[in-house]
C-alpha cells in the first residue's frame, strides 16, 4: 500500500487520499498510518516554524535598509570616561 499520487481533475479530487485511508484502517496496518500521520505533523509544524521565519526576517531586513548603523570594531568605547568626568565636574553641596 503506498499513499496514492493520481490527480483527479474532476471534483472528487478529495476522494482518492480519503479512500486510502479506509483500506490502511480496514487492512490494520496501523503502523502506516501512524507513520503518514508523524510526517503529516512534521510538515505542519515546519510550515509554521518557516512562515515565523519569514515573517520575522522581512521587518529585520527593513530594519537594516531604514536605519543606518555603522559598527567601528576598532573605535574604543569612550561612554564610561565621558561619565566619570561629568560626575567629577559636578558642583558639590
Do not use: E, K
Not at 510538515?43 to 535598509?65: H, I, S
Amino acid at each position: 500500500m503506498s499513499f496514492p499520487t493520481c490527480i483527479s481533475n474532476g471534483s472528487d479530487w478529495w476522494r482518492d487520499p480519503l479512500r486510502w485511508v479506509v483500506d490502511v484502517v480496514a487492512a490494520g496496518a496501523w503502523p502506516i498510518l501512524a507513520f503518514v500521520a508523524l510526517q503529516v505533523l512534521l510538515a505542519y509544524t515546519l510550515g509554521l516554524l518557516l512562515w515565523r521565519m519569514a515573517v520575522m526576517a522581512v521587518p529585520v531586513a527593513r530594519m537594516g535598509v531604514t536605519f543606518d548603523f555603522d559598527l567601528n570594531r576598532q573605535h574604543p568605547d569612550q561612554a564610561a570616561a565621558s561619565a566619570t568626568s561629568a560626575t567629577s565636574a559636578s558642583p558639590t553641596p
